[in-house]
């Protein structure tokens, strides 16, 4: 009879140390790594170039890290690209998510966007409530309304692709325009 219940109180203190050892493994390696790992308020981050220039920069009122899938949460973001010989291009939003080892910035309402005129450039801005930034491409997306202008052109559109480095403008989905009279 002793021995069925130091057996039976052996088992069960087995069972209660793999229960445990459990849920501490499904808590590092499940859901522990969802939740952020750290926080940065009022932060600026600089990306450089292989050649040490600056390319582009992402401020913001606070930055969230998700361990899980690496990825970043940003407050009131700010991105300001950097190309040489070009005005920057100043890029807010009211949030913003930066994935895929900083290859993709999702920037989520209340989008602005604006380049100041330089060259024979006129100025640009556009509005959209949603806009994907590709920075190793130069290149910014949306399949959301936009609402642009360049100098005194005024353009609305359904979605837009822009290369930065082509200057080409793509625009879709019921394009309206508002052009100013050529002076002849």
Do not use: C
């Not at 130091?6 to 229960?19: E, K, R, V």
């Amino acid at each position: 009879m002793l021995v069925a219940a130091s057996g039976a109180l052996a088992l069960g203190s087995f069972w209660l140390l793999q229960t445990m050892q459990e849920r501490n493994n499904s808590d590092v390696h499940g859901k522990a790594h969802s939740k952020p790992d750290y926080y940065v308020e009022k932060f600026n981050f600089i990306r450089l170039s292989k050649t040490g220039e600056v390319r582009y920069n992402v401020s913001g009122e606070k930055l969230i890290h998700y361990p899980i899938d690496d990825s970043y949460e940003i407050t009131s973001p700010i991105v300001q690209g950097l190309t040489p010989h070009q005005a920057p291009m100043i890029v807010s939003a009211k949030q913003a998510k930066i994935e895929q080892d900083r290859k993709k910035i999702h920037l989520i309402d209340n989008v602005q966007m604006q380049r100041a005129a330089y060259g024979k450039n006129k100025k640009f801005d556009l509005k959209t409530q949603y806009l994907l930034i590709l920075p190793e491409q130069d290149m910014m997306q949306t399949n959301q309304k936009v609402d642009a202008t360049l100098g005194q052109s005024v353009v609305t559109a359904g979605g837009m692709s822009l290369n930065n480095k082509t200057h080409e403008l793509h625009l879709t989905n019921g394009v309206r325009s508002t052009l100013p009279a050529s002076n002849r």
